[in-house]
């Protein structure tokens, strides 16, 4: 069914996730007002944060409860591959 990389496995299931319940899952906080971006960054997932960037870009901008975007929690995390991917985003 499923690849047999771990990378391209996370991303079939991330895309049939977003297939069944549409990209506005990408958008919903949690308590700590973290989205699925935020834990993408947070873990240094290069590939699925690329994925929800790719499915909706303005998920860059949107901040946790403490102010904090995925390319901030990124960088305090030593993310430097997802950091190099959010900072380009327009």
Known sequence: ???SDPVC????????????CGPQILEEKDDFGWIPLHYAAYAGNVEVVELFLKS??????ITDEEGMSALHISSKSGKVGVRNTT???P
């Open 1 to 3: 069914m499923f690849g």
């Open 56 to 61: 909706n870009s303005s998920l860059a901008y």
């Open 9 to 20: 496995q996370l991303a079939e299931i991330v895309n049939k996730v977003l297939e069944k």
């Open 87 to 89: 900072e380009g985003m």
